[in-house]
């Protein structure tokens, strides 16, 4: 009875919109409990929902700015800052959970999606039974556990990719399973809890041209050349050779913007991976590859960045399909857990993760393009793609200056940051 209304509240939740709000999730909740006390074991576990329920306090990266300016000065800083951090993040970890609970059975008992809940449930409780930072030490250990965690979830991107993709691949559920929605929401608060996780352990460190995670100058000609060298290299390694990458600024000064460096390197090093792969396709045996051409141009609130390749473009009837999560022409046939535990699963997605060169290092899970877009619209940019089909696509990359204009320029201000 009590399965029967979950998985019709789930079918109603993929139908209209994957994001499921605290209250339905009580609502169903309630009434599974009543009726159906199995489901009371740790995966339903109570506490999660208490902290799933509490309303999230929002910081605009304008404040974190501030903050992380004044903390340079005044230690009490650091110590609001550890504990606004402890406060919040269990609150979130426990809506991705109860996300992630009404999900089709058949998505959360997937080895990938397992591991990815038992991580989380993990960090929850970690954070959650913490004592309140009231000392620098105490700080001190809140930020180890921090980094720790953080280290560790940096593999769960990927899992969660493999996870839902051999989801899909399931007959029974494939054409129901609508995805997009959902992971629009667990990434994008993947992605705050990061800044929020990663700026605070910043927040020590001092760097200099630094405030916390954000350079206050970032230089972009230098950005793009770092990613184009980085992908060049995994490229060689993978396929024998990679195209050459040329930099043009329109402009005579360098374009340097306040912007977190990370987030830009994760979008430039996806573009080039899938320009590098398709020029490499599209020449086969040719000697000559055609060069990928980056043109960088800075506008008064934003700067446009163009990567223009000859990879042969994407067919007409494709381009509405790239921008869904999973969506590849990687072909990887030996990507799978059947049959296998959680343990095995694992071992096999770190092995696939620590081998250089491997086919599927240069694209295959189908994240690049919609997690790219996902990180320049956080902060008020957008990614778009002009295909010329039979001969290249011009990739455009908008990001906004950050400071003092990401609140008024975020694209769903009322979502769970
Ligand atoms: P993946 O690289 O893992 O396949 P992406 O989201 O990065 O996932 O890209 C999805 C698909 O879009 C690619 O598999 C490819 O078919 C197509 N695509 C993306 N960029 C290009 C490009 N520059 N030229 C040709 N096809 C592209
Ligand atoms: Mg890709």
């Known amino acids: 009875m009590a399965r029967a209304q979950l998985q019709s509240f789930i079918r109603s939740a993929d139908d209209n919109s994957s994001r499921i709000t605290p209250s339905a999730c009580r609502h169903v909740w309630n009434d599974a409990q009543k009726a159906d006390s199995a489901l009371q074991d740790r995966f339903y576990d109570s506490t999660v929902e208490k902290y799933a329920l509490q309303e999230v306090e929002a910081l605009s990266l304008q404040q974190m700015l501030e903050f992380g300016r004044a903390a340079l000065f005044d230690s009490t800083k ?32 997937n080895p990938y ?22 000392t620098r030490e105490d700080n001190e250990q809140l930020t180890s556990v921090l980094q720790r965690l953080v280290d560790e979830h940096a593999p769960m ?23 997009d929605g959902f992971l629009d929401g667990m990434l994008r608060s993947r992605i705050s809890r990061r800044i929020m996780a990663e700026q605070h352990i910043c927040l020590a460190a001092r760097r200099p041209g630094f405030i916390g995670i954000i350079c206050a100058d970032l230089s972009l000609p230098d950005a793009v050349h770092f990613a184009a060298q980085r992908t060049k290299q995994i490229c060689t390694e993978t396929f024998g050779a990679a195209p050459d990458v040329i930099i043009s600024s329109s402009g005579a ?5 306040p912007y977190i460096p990370t987030h830009l390197d994760y979008m430039l090093f996806e573009l080039f991976k899938n320009s590098m792969r ?3 396709d599209s020449c086969g045996s040719r000697r000559h590859l055609p060069a990928i051409h980056v043109t960088i141009c800075p506008a008064p609130n934003s700067v446009t960045l163009r990567i223009s390749d000859q990879g042969g473009g994407i067919p007409e009837d494709s381009l509405e399909q790239v921008f869904h999560y999973g969506y590849t022409t990687v072909d990887d046939g030996e990507l799978s857990s059947q049959g296998q535990d959680e343990g095995a699963v694992w071992a096999q997605m770190a092995e696939r993760a620590a081998s250089p060169g491997g086919p599927w290092r240069m694209g295959g899970l189908g994240f690049g393009l919609p997690l790219s877009r996902l990180y320049a619209r956080y902060f ?11 001969y290249g696509v011009d990739a455009y990359l908008s990001i906004q200056y950050l400071e003092g204009r990401w ?11």
């Open 253 to 257: 000064q360098a374009v340097k913007m």
């Open 380 to 390: 008020g940019g957008d990614l778009r793609l002009v295909s010329m089909p039979g």
């Open 407 to 417: 609140e008024e320029s975020r694209v769903e201000p009322q979502a769970d940051p």
């Open 113 to 134: 999606i397992k591991r990815v809940y038992n991580a989380y449930h993990h960090a929850f409780n970690t954070l959650r039974q913490m004592p309140e930072v009231q």
């Open 278 to 280: 398709a020029v490499v």
């Open 157 to 179: 991107l990927d899992a969660l990719a493999a996870g839902f993709k051999e989801c899909k691949l399931k007959p029974i559920v494939g054409p129901k399973l609508q995805l």
């Open 78 to 109: 650091v110590l609001a800052s550890a504990r606004h951090v402890q406060k919040e993040l269990p609150k979130r970890l426990a809506r991705r959970l109860m996300d992630l609970q009404f999900l089709p059975y058949i998505v959360v008992t």
